[in-house]
Structure formats: C-alpha cells, structure tokens
C-alpha cells in the first residue's frame, strides 16, 4: 500500500509570509506526527495526534506554528510570518494506534519530508 | 526527559567486514529503542525495535541491535557489510510511560560509509 506523502517536496518563501505543509498518513494509521530535521540534526519532534486532537504540541517551538487535522486522516503544519530559522525539512510520520504498554511501541512510518527554505 | 546520544558522527568500514553503530540512551522508566536509516533525499526506513523481551532483536536488511539494560545503549550490528548499506543512521528513544505522548526523541545520527 501507499506509505505516508507530504506536500510540496519543497518549499521556497520569504520572510514574513504563511505557509502550509501537508502529510497524508498510511490509511488506518490513527496516530500521526510532526517532526522538524535541521542540517546535520536528527528530527526533533513538534506534535502528535491521536484521532482529530493533538494530544501533544509541547515541540512547537512558538505560536507562529499550528497544525490541525479535522477529520483525522490528513494533517496540515501552519507557519505564520516565517523566518529564516525555520528553514529545515519538516517531516511527517504515522503508527498505529498507541494503546500503550507494548502498542506504545508501534513503529512510525515517515514521508519523505517538505524542504522549507524561508529566504 | 529522554535523551539519545550516538558518540560517532561517522564510521568507515570495509565491505564484508561486521559494523557496529553505537547509541546510548537516557530514559526514567524503561526505554522503547528503534533505529531507522536515511538515504540520500529520501524519508527515514525504519530497521528494527526493542519493546520488551529477548534482548537482541533482528530487523531489516540483516541488521541486529542488543539491548543492554546495564550500559543504557542499543548498538546496531550486522555482520559482514555492504556498499550500499551506506547511508545515515539514526538511534531513537520513547519512554514506556504508560500515557501521554508518543513522541521520538533521536540522535544526531551516524554516517556509515562501507569502503568497496
């Protein structure tokens, strides 16, 4: 089957201006995740949902950062008035539902990313 | 909090030789290990996991890691390796809490290059 996908491959903006990134899950897959990899870094995480709700955004690093995902399939990352620091690949990833215990070791399953690149 | 460190940034090995990949991790309760591997413009692959249970764990591609409770790592092995095992590599860590989120915290990584 399909694995996760992420749109735009890559993204050229300026400073100041919106952005939307997009990740469609692995079909079934209730948990979904936002990660951002800068150069030479692994991938930090920003946010996790479980169903609809984001049952964790302690890794958005501010308010200008916001994803939703209302009908708990596809998810959008938000970026308002962006800066250069945010240049990075930003990747989304899907497991399972987490039910805990041993299902909280579902693997995640992750997209190719969204090269953003803030000029 | 948890905490991945991978104390290599780059290993050299020879093709057909074993290689080893370190990683040590910090975690107050008990750890969830995973490694994944990312090639070149491409997403993170998924290798192998360590939930509970037999200490080595065998994943893709003929990779292995051990789980070692008393030294905190998960190395990631493979007997005899090949030229297009190279890629970047990847150590991660969840704690087994029992609720709240499921996030992964990752190391920096480790280049592995396998000399023809």
């Known amino acids: 089957g399909a694995g996760v996908s992420q749109t735009p491959s890559n993204k050229v903006t300026e400073k100041g201006k919106y952005v939307e990134l997009r990740c469609d899950p692995i079909s079934g897959h209730t948990a979904l995740y936002w990660y951002r990899q800068s150069l030479g870094q692994g991938p930090e995480f920003l946010i996790y949902?479980?169903?609809?709700?984001?049952?964790?955004d302690s890794g958005l690093p501010n308010d200008r950062f916001f994803a939703v995902r209302p009908e708990g399939s596809v998810s959008t990352l938000k970026i308002q008035r962006t800066e250069r620091g945010d240049s990075a690949v930003y990747l989304c990833?899907?497991?399972?539902?987490?039910?805990?215990?041993?299902?909280?070791?579902?693997?995640?399953?992750f997209g190719p990313g969204t090269r953003l690149t803030v000029l | 909090a948890q905490s991945v460190a991978q104390p290599e940034d780059q290993v050299n090995v020879a093709e057909g030789n074993p290689l080893t990949v370190k990683c040590t991790y910090s975690v107050s309760g008990n750890p969830y290990l995973f490694w994944y591997v990312q090639y070149p413009n491409r997403g993170l692959q998924f290798l192998l996991k360590?939930?509970?249970?037999?200490?080595l764990v065998k994943g893709s591609y003929g990779f292995e890691a051990e789980f070692n409770k008393s030294q905190t790592s998960f190395h990631l092995k493979k007997p005899s390796a090949l030229v297009s095992d190279s890629a970047l590599y990847f150590c991660?860590?969840?704690?087994?809490?029992?609720?709240?989120?499921?996030?992964?915290?990752f190391g920096k990584g480790t280049k592995l290059s396998v000399i023809p």
């Open positions: 990833a899907s497991s399972l539902k987490a039910l805990g215990g041993a299902g909280g070791g579902n693997e995640q399953f």
């Open positions: 991660a860590v969840r704690e087994d809490s029992g609720a709240g989120s499921y996030q992964l915290t």
């Open positions: 949902f479980q169903g609809t709700g984001a049952a964790d």
């Open positions: 360590y939930i509970t249970g037999d200490n």
